[in-house]
C-alpha cells in the first residue's frame, strides 16, 4: 500500500529508478511507452523544431530531470542549451551522459526513434551534437522569482519545461505563480514549450504517492495567458486506461507560446 509523503521528496529523488520506470525500452530495441505518450511527445517537438522554424541560438529547459530525449530535435536547431534542475542527483546523471561516462542511461533508442521520425539517418553525428549543445546543466528552483537565481544570465530564446511545473506545484494559485516565474526566463518574442498531466490528484513511484495538482487544460492556458504569452497552441493527448499505471490523470498537454514583446 502507498504511503502519502510531502512534495519536498523531490529533495531524495530516485534518478537511476526513475529512468527504469518511465523510459523503458522494448524487445526491438524501441522506446515504449503506455498507449504511446512519449512517441505523441517527441512527435510534437519535432514538430515543433521542424526546419528551424523558432529563432535564436539559446534554449534553457527547466527540471530536465535525468533525461535528454525531450532536447533530441531541439538539439539540431539550438547549439546552446542549458538544462536547470533542482535535484543534485538528476544533475549528476545528466553530465554523466554529457561527458559520455559507461554507467549513464543509454538515450540511444530514443535519439535513433527521433531520427526515424525527423527522416534522418545518421543518429549518431545527433548524438555528438546533442552533447556539444548541452553546455550547462544548473540548479534551479522554479518556487523561486528568479529559478536561476545568480546563473541567470539573461532571458533565453526558447524554455521548455516536460512535465515538471504540475509536479512542484501545491495548488492551481502556487502553479499560477511557478508559469509566472518561469515566464521571465523567455525573451520577448521567445517560445515557451510546457508539458503538463492533465487532471492528476496524486502520482505514486510504486512505493510513495504523491498529491498532484488537478488542473484542467483551461487552468493552464489561462496561466499561460496571464504571464505574458500570446499565440498559444496546444494538443492534447487522452489517455483511454489508467490500467496499470501509478498515476489518475485523464491525458496529457503539450503547449506552446510566444511571450509578448515589450
Ligand atoms: C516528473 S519529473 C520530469 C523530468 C523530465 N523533464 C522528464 O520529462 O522526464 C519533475 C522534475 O522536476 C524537478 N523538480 C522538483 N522540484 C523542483 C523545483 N522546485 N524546481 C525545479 N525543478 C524541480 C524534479 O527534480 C524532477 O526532475
Known sequence: MDKQIKRSSYDTFN??????????VGPDGMPTSHEDWLQWLLNNLKDTFAGGKLSGERLLD?????????LISAARFFPNITCAEYCQENRKELEKWVRGEEDAFDWDPFIKYVCGLEGQSDWEARKVALRDAIQHVVFCDVREENPL??????????????FTLCAVAMDKTDF??????????????GMLILVFDLEATHVSDG????????????????AVRNSGFTDVNDDVCLVKSNEGLQWDGTGY??????????
Open 176 to 189: 499560477d505563480g511557478i508559469v509566472s516565474h518561469v515566464s521571465h526566463l523567455v525573451k520577448p518574442g
Open 62 to 70: 527547466v527540471g530536465t530531470g535525468p533525461a535528454i530525449h525531450n
Open 207 to 222: 512505493t510513495v504517492s504523491r498529491p498532484h495538482v488537478f488542473l484542467e487544460a483551461s487552468d493552464i492556458r489561462r
Open 15 to 24: 534518478a537511476k529508478s526513475y529512468l527504469k520506470k518511465n523510459y523503458p
Open 149 to 162: 537565481g545568480a546563473l541567470n544570465g539573461g532571458p533565453y530564446d526558447v524554455v521548455s519545461s516536460i
Open 253 to 262: 498537454i503539450y503547449l506552446t507560446a510566444r511571450k509578448c514583446s515589450e
